[in-house]
């Protein structure tokens, strides 16, 4: 559970500054009750160094902006030269005089906040939020500093000692009474993140007729980081960081943040983003450059010190795994030799392990890693050997998506991730992950909060996922808290653990789904849960139809761009002629496509005026206002289970509509199950299925591709033959056994 006032330590409890803990103890006991969040050194708005910035940031509905600047030495003199006030301290040193720091800072706030007239009056030239600035002396008194302060500080800041603090925060006048969207943009302004909202051309108050004026007005919302979000990217923990969330929670963002703030903060820093998805390096340097050039006045150093790249690489563009074979002089292995194998990317980084690894030296201060679900054990591996620091003191940091691993049947733990020492004992043990770093920094971190996909399409995704609407759902939490981790209210059992055969009710609450999109619908009396749309076709041909039809629709009748309309497929294997008869469906329609990875590079997604038509694999990471799913049938003839992964893959790449549509029964059994998960919304009401079952179910999604499609042959020959089906059953199972 958040609290209504937030800590954001940073790296304070790594210094050796007693007075500012102290401090911090303070300002949290005397804003307890208060809305807001304080944080130490959080961002420097263009200063050139955090000696420029102020120790505390307070930030509050009730009071507004608070600065705090803390002098933890006896000052013992001031004087001036050349314009500049400066103070010595008993210890010798001489730095600028705290109060010009703490003025020049508050012109940079004012500076940024003129750019919301809600926060500034353009009239008077005066802000609308109150700013209060405090020097605070730790070892000096008040008799002291009065002989020397005014002389040399004609600033606004005042100062206050140490032993007066809690005082002088107690009487402060809690009247700012900022709305809402008012303290959202102010954070937003002040943090940096303001950068990734969506521009938007002048105001537009006509009515919402289209798909795109609802979709338009859904993401004409503030950026603002949630908490969770907040104390996640601003923060850089010492050593191992996870952290978890569903699709469309600001994984990547709260990764791109900490690089982008890494880098500013720690220039002399080496820095690894990896990623799994080719169409994601435009994304992801994108998301980085514009925080960090906004606040450091310069563009990243992509060269030298920032490394953004694919796990595997390419001729096109590099990656960790074609990098690190140039670095060392070996040879890399290509698609073509690999591509037969069970997992080509975890035999590519065996093979580096097994022929360099003791070559491999370490050269990171910081790895990120995006899309960590997708990984094998050997990639963390390499990443382990990569990365400065010894054991629990490697700053590696994970983001980790639980339902969009196309295999995994599961979240692997470190322990088995990075694999062992030369004494068996696991690298990064499991309890690495417990608990919190000083400062109160989460080690394991959760994002529970949904901004990207409307609840309806969420929630739909996430129950065929799991397959909690069918007789035997294949994946299950079984404690409150895991189910709250994700966005979940538990109304029944009302208990801490969940047991087989328990009804179960869940309640997904607004304060989970970001999207707004579901509330402008129903403000406008259309049902939010069309947002969902299916459709069961007889032939493909007459499927292809379907789909380019509706899409020329939706260019010429509700005004969508090309570029906002993804086609996922989940035909499995070898799809690529089913994606090229639909790139020629959509041309007789005029409308034209791009196939990433395919047709055109693996990185081209989404170019402006063109349609994509992609795979899951290759969509993840991505996000588009309309998303096509086609041949759906899948999702309930797929004994695997992979499709239902995949098939939630495609939704949640959503922020607004889904068109799903297949041929023959498969899908009227996933139409079925989506219109009873429908019937539920916003809750989900099953019963618990048994550990045992789940397992078995699960066991499925860690079959090679070849032991999958083997598996899905005899599947389907049993469901197309009963007789032989009940001949199979006696012969190959004991039925004393129970279900196989």
Not at 201 to 225: A, C, H, M, W, Y
Not at 711 to 731: G, H, S
Request: glycine share 6%.
């Amino acid at each position: 559970m958040v609290e209504n006032f937030g800590v954001l330590a940073g790296s304070l409890a790594l210094e050796n500054k007693p007075f500012h803990m102290q401090i911090l103890s303070d300002i949290k006991r005397e804003h307890a009750n208060l809305h807001g969040y304080v944080a130490y050194k959080l961002t420097r708005l263009g200063r050139v160094s955090d000696d420029d910035v102020p120790s505390f940031l307070v930030v509050t509905k009730e009071r507004g902006i608070l600065l705090l600047d803390v002098v933890e030495e006896r000052i013992i003199a001031a004087h001036e030269r050349e314009g500049v006030d400066y103070w010595r301290a008993d210890s010798g040193g001489t730095f600028i005089a705290k109060n010009l720091v703490m003025e020049l800072y508050s012109d940079e706030i004012i500076s940024r906040l003129k750019n919301d007239l809600r926060l500034y009056d353009r009239k008077t030239r005066r802000l609308r939020v109150p700013v209060e600035s405090k020097v605070v002396f730790c070892r000096n008194s008040e008799d002291e500093v009065d002989g020397w302060y005014e002389k040399f500080a004609n600033y606004e800041a005042g100062y206050v000692t140490i032993e007066n603090l809690r005082s002088w925060l107690n009487e402060l006048p809690c009247d700012a009474a900022l709305s809402e969207d008012e303290y959202a943009s102010i954070c937003s302004l002040l943090e940096g993140t303001f950068v990734y909202q969506r521009r938007s051309e002048g105001i537009d108050e006509r009515p919402l007729r289209t798909r795109n004026d609802f979709i338009q007005r859904s993401l004409r919302v503030i950026f603002k980081q949630d908490e969770a979000q907040r104390v996640a990217s601003m923060q850089l923990p010492p050593g191992p960081q996870r952290i978890r969330g569903l699709a469309g929670t600001g994984k990547t963002i709260v990764l791109s943040l900490k690089a982008a703030i890494t880098h500013a903060k720690f220039e002399d820093f080496k820095i690894l983003y990896l990623f799994n998805t080719q169409s994601m390096y435009q994304q992801v340097q994108s998301l980085i450059a514009q925080h960090y050039t906004m606040q450091a006045k310069k563009a990243p150093d992509f060269s030298d010190q920032m490394h953004v790249l694919h796990a595997w690489g390419g001729r096109q563009r590099p990656g960790l795994y074609s990098t690190i074979c140039d670095r060392i002089g070996m040879r890399p292995l290509t698609w073509a030799e690999v591509r037969h194998t069970q997992d080509s990317l975890a035999f590519i980084y065996n093979d580096l392990l097994k022929r360099a690894g003791h070559a491999l030296e370490p050269i990171y201060d910081l790895v990120l890693i995006d899309e960590a679900q997708d990984f094998p054990d050997e990639v963390f591996q390499v990443v382990y050997k990569l990365t400065k620091g010894v054991g629990q003191d490697k700053r590696i940091i994970w983001a980790y998506d639980e339902f969009q691993s196309l295999r995994d049947a599961q979240m692997r733990e470190p322990a088995e991730m990075f694999g062992v020492d030369e004494n068996g004992q696991p690298n990064i043990p499991n309890t690495a992950l417990k608990g919190y770093y000083p400062g109160e920094i989460q080690k394991d971190f959760v994002l529970p909060n949904c901004y990207r996909t409307p609840r309806p399409v969420l929630m739909a995704a996430h129950g065929v996922a799991m397959g909690l609407y069918t007789s035997n759902p294949n994946e299950m939490f079984y404690t409150r808290g895991d189910w709250e981790a994700l966005g979940y209210s538990v109304i029944s059992p009302n208990s801490l653990f969940i047991e087989e055969g328990e009804q179960v009710e869940l309640e997904r609450g607004d304060e989970n789904s970001k999207n707004i999109l579901e509330g402008l619908l129903r403000a406008e009396g259309a049902d939010p849960l069309k947002l969902i749309k299916i459709r069961q076709l007889e032939s493909d041909a007459e499927q292809l139809e379907y789909v380019a039809s509706q899409v020329r629709r939706l260019l010429d009748y509700h005004e969508v761009p090309a570029e906002e309309i993804v086609i996922v497929n989940l035909k499995q294997g070898n799809n690529k002629e089913s994606m090229l008869e639909m790139q020629k469906y959509l041309t007789r329609h005029s409308v034209p496509s791009v196939i990433p990875g395919y047709v055109e590079s693996a990185d081209i997604f989404k170019p402006k005026g063109s349609v994509t038509i992609t795979t899951p694999f290759r969509a993840k990471g991505n996000e588009a206002n309309i998303i096509f799913v086609i041949n759906a049938e899948n999702v309930s003839l797929d004994r695997t289970l992979r499709t239902r992964n995949a098939f939630f893959v495609a939704l949640t790449r959503s922020r607004g509509w889904c068109y799903i549509s297949g041929v023959g029964a498969g899908v009227s059994s996933l139409s079925d199950e989506i219109e009873r998960i429908k019937a539920d919304l916003p809750k989900f009401r099953f019963i618990c299925p048994s550990k045992t079952a789940v397992r078995k179910k699960k066991s499925l999604l860690s079959l090679s591709d070849q032991q999958a499609a083997d598996y899905q042959k005899i599947a389907d020959m049993l469901r197309k033959n009963p007789e032989l089906a009940n001949v199979f059953k006696e012969d190959f199972f004991d039925e004393s056994n129970g279900d196989a």
